[in-house]
Every structure is written in structure tokens, then in C-alpha cells.
């Protein structure tokens, strides 16, 4: 079986040529937290971009982030074909049902990372109030490159716990859907209670 890598490799490979170099400018140009520098993509090929897509965003976020930048520059067809393949071939995860949703939206032409509302977006104000358990869940969004050294001290430094979230929020979230996935993913873990409690709400 396939890595979600070697799928997004593949993905690059049939780029033309013209199309790569688009995205490797919009990957240089990306906005959040983690920045690709221009020499780490110029004059490279699909394999050399692969492996620093995974490097810069983790394997487990790359297949988003590659799905958005292919949506920056109107490659909505392979943006729809790369979150089928994630969605077919990790099929328990739910940040490939998120990747896929990504990429349909792509497709019609969305603005949206998705046709359906986030859980992180949908329950913003309940999060921000009744999340407790915050070190552990900024340990691991800096461990997974969610954030950065800077931002998690500040974050850190906040007084008060719906401080401390709207600030995740703010800072944290940003980037987009690949983001509030692996946010999502930790909440399951460090406040499993709180969101069992909230999707039989929605």
C-alpha cells in the first residue's frame, strides 16, 4: 500500500511543467507559521519538493497542504484526485474525510476548506470555554509543527484557560484545515469527555 507520501509524489509527477513551478512558487508564498524557503524548492524536482513538504508539514499534513496550494493555482481536478486517493487508501482517518472534503470543494470552484463546518469552527465558543487540560494539548501542537517556539511561550504566558484558547485560535489554527485536523485529533485525546459531549450536540 501506498505512503501518503509516495501518493504525493505521484501527484507532483503529473504536474506539468508549468503547473509545478506554480506551485512551488505558492508554496514559498504560503502564509502561516511554517515557511518553505525559495532555495529549498528551486530547481528541484517532484522528489526533492515531496520530501520537503514532509519535513516542513509532517506526512500526516502534507496531503492538505499540497491540496490547497494545488486550489491557489486552479488545479482543482488534481486537487480532487489527490484527496480521493487519501480518502481511499487511509480511509480511519479523519483528516483524510477533511482532505477529501478539501479537494471536492476545490473541485466546485469553493472558497471553503470544506462544504461542511468544521468541529473546531462549530464549537468554537464552548471549546474556548470549557477546555481545561491546555499544556499537554500546546506540547503536542508544538511537537507536531503546529505552532512554533515563539508562539508557544506566549501562549503559554497567557493568564486564564479561555485566554490561553482564544489565543490557539488566533495563532494556532490559522494555517487552515490541516491545522484544526490535528487539533481536533488532540482534543479527542487530552478532552475526550468534552468532545464526545459536544458531537452529540451537532
Known amino acids: 500500500m501506498p505512503t501518503k507520501k509516495d501518493i504525493v509524489k505521484d501527484a507532483l509527477e503529473d504536474l506539468s511543467k508549468i503547473n509545478f513551478k506554480k506551485f512551488c512558487d505558492a508554496l514559498v508564498d504560503r502564509r502561516g507559521d511554517r515557511k518553505v524557503a525559495k532555495n529549498k524548492v528551486q530547481d528541484k524536482d517532484f522528489m526533492d519538493v515531496t520530501n520537503v513538504l514532509v519535513s516542513s508539514f509532517t506526512e500526516d499534513e502534507t496531503p492538505a497542504v499540497v491540496i490547497e496550494l494545488l486550489k491557489s493555482i ?79 511561550e506566549e501562549i503559554c504566558d497567557t493568564k486564564g484557560n479561555p485566554e490561553k484558547m482564544t489565543k490557539i485560535y488566533r495563532q494556532a489554527l490559522k494555517s487552515g484545515i490541516c491545522a484544526k485536523d490535528i487539533f481536533f485529533e488532540i482534543l479527542k485525546d487530552k478532552e475526550p469527555l468534552l468532545v464526545e459531549d459536544l458531537e452529540k450536540k451537532a
Open 74 to 152: 486552479k488545479c482543482f481536478d488534481e486537487a480532487k484526485n489527490l484527496g480521493n486517493l487519501i480518502a481511499e487508501h487511509f480511509p480511519k482517518s479523519s483528516a483524510s474525510k477533511a482532505t477529501a472534503a478539501t479537494a471536492a470543494a476545490g473541485a466546485a470552484g469553493e472558497t471553503t476548506c470544506s462544504s461542511e463546518e468544521h468541529f473546531v469552527d462549530k464549537h468554537r465558543t464552548e471549546l474556548i470555554e470549557r477546555v481545561t487540560n491546555i499544556p499537554p494539548i500546546l506540547n503536542l501542537l508544538l511537537k507536531k509543527k503546529v505552532i512554533q517556539d515563539p508562539v508557544y
